[in-house]
């Protein structure tokens, strides 16, 4: 897990560490070194010299400390020899070579995040105090969320006494004798164990503390989209569970976003991935995909606590636990240990957070939530660098990086459709006004290059292999 607080110089050390980071050829080792001293095993000597000028330039920026400029250039390098990869799936020699400067992509992708949530050294003006609240905001909220989910302790929760206090089991049967949930209670011993956690221990008060802080930012939105679908307005508690309601989460699986959505299952409802945006990190987008998600897996499975499980585990590997136990009772597949530990965990867990976050003061728990955060939104018809779009506006970047997180980096996508960057109510004038000076200077024939400050590629493949998308987020468990 990497901790945003982390010195930025130190990052960048460490990252030129990396064999080939200075441009790859003239070092004599590493896999650019493999390449150029043998360039006739790679196909297509042209493009592989075209995408080293690109590596050998990003190289440069990054000595430099140019971090935006050196992503922009490892992009283009990486684009140029995507259609040479998809064509020689064989070529192992190659695939390696892409895949070093992937990694190098993906590192220099987080330290350009990371730079863009460095305090202020600067003061800012008095109209500017919004804003500087906003950007230190961000700052917190990375720091905080990097505590991860419930998820990331299961093996603490595991270990942790199973005996709850009698206190603790008379408060939650009043609790659940008195309310009304669409989705049933059943208080089994773990969900009272879970309730435990979150109370008794420091690490379960924080995340149930950070919980609570930001679902103020996204609560409005995911209970209306809820509502809209017909859905129970519980499973606002899913989002806690997975994600903390942090749009920037991310598991060991890669699965991303305050759904927890892994790529082909985002695909399959519609979050459109590309080296730009992921839109399984998009707040709204991909609630609005949750929630057609577990419609659907309702609706297959007729019972919501396998709904639930299959979210978690798949919803082939809970058919497959249904045929071997044959039975459609969770708690039976769980006794039987048909279905994997972290899904036989998964049930008790959404329904001990689903109980706190009803009446959080119930059980202990001082709820001060964060309010949305109000945007406008720009159009931007062209890739331009949100971060120097910023600064020429005269605003604070770090409030664009928390309003678009979708964003791979501070890059808006190239050409095509257009891009709606959001922005903080009231600076959408601001924006408009030093957007011309970005404006690429091409005819209309020639919208595939790129703008000053944007990265786009001069070879762009009809369709990209899967494996070479860039991953842009980096709370990890």
């Not at 000595?63 to 192992?92: C, F, H, M, S, W």
């Not at 049967?173 to 008195?178: E, M």
């Not at 959505?261 to 709204?284: A, Q």
């Not at 001082?366 to 660098?385: C, D, G, M, T, W």
Request: with cysteine; net charge positive; aromatic share 8%.
């Amino acid at each position: 897990m990497i901790r945003v607080n982390a010195s930025i110089s130190t990052f960048l050390f460490l990252l030129l560490l990396l064999p080939g980071v200075r441009g790859g050829a003239e070092e004599g080792n590493g896999p650019a070194a493999e390449v150029s001293a043998g360039p006739e095993a790679i196909p297509g000597e042209a493009i592989m010299a075209e995408a080293q000028k690109h590596f050998v330039a990003g190289g440069e920026h990054l000595l430099k400390k140019e971090l935006d400029e050196a992503a922009q250039e490892y992009r283009q390098g990486l684009t140029i020899l995507a259609p040479a990869v998809r064509d020689n799936p064989q070529d192992q020699q190659l695939r390696r070579f892409y895949r070093h400067w992937e990694e190098i992509l993906k590192r220099v992708s987080q330290a350009t995040a990371l730079n863009l949530l460095a305090p202020e050294q600067k003061e800012s003006p008095p109209a500017e105090a919004s804003l500087l609240q906003q950007g230190q905001e961000a700052a917190e909220e990375e720091v905080e969320a990097a505590q991860g989910t419930i998820l990331d302790h299961l093996p603490g929760l595991g270990n942790f006494p199973a005996r709850v206090p009698q206190e603790l089991r008379e408060r939650a049967s009043a609790k659940a004798r008195a309310s009304r949930y669409q989705i049933p209670l059943m208080l089994a011993p773990g969900v009272l164990q879970v309730i435990h956690f979150y109370q008794s221990t420091p690490t379960g008060r924080k995340i149930m503390a950070y919980g609570l802080r930001h679902l103020g930012r996204y609560q409005q939105m995911i209970v209306q989209i809820l509502q809209n679908e017909g859905l129970p307005q519980e499973l606002i508690s899913l989002a806690q569970v997975e994600s903390n309601f942090w749009p920037r989460a991310v598991s060991s699986a890669e699965a991303l976003g305050l759904w927890q959505f892994m790529m082909e299952t985002g695909t399959r409802y519609g979050l459109k991935r590309s080296n730009w945006v992921d839109e399984r990190r998009d707040p709204e987008k991909s609630t609005r995909a949750a929630a057609r998600y577990l419609k659907d897996l309702y609706r297959r499975f007729g019972d919501w606590y396998l709904a639930l499980a299959a979210y978690n585990a798949g919803e082939n590997r809970v058919e497959a636990a249904i045929l071997a136990g044959k039975s459609r009772d969770y708690w039976l597949l769980c006794r039987k240990g048909l279905l994997p530990p972290e899904t036989r965990s998964f049930v008790p867990i959404f329904l001990a957070t689903m109980m706190i976050l009803e009446d959080p003061a119930y059980f202990g728990f001082e709820a001060s939530p964060l309010s949305p955060r109000a945007y406008q939104e720009v159009k931007i018809p062209f890739s331009v660098n949100v971060r120097k779009l910023a600064e020429a506006a005269g605003i604070d970047p770090k409030p664009l990086y928390q309003l678009n997180p979708e964003l791979n980096d501070s890059t808006t996508p190239p050409g095509g459709s257009p891009y709606f960057l959001r922005v903080p109510k009231g600076m959408a004038a601001r924006i408009n006004k030093q957007l011309p000076q970005f404006r690429p200077a091409f005819s209309n024939g020639d919208k595939g290059k790129a703008p000053l400050g944007a990265g786009t590629s001069r070879i762009v493949p009809k369709r990209m292999p899967e494996f070479l998308f860039v991953p842009g987020p980096f709370l990890s468990r």
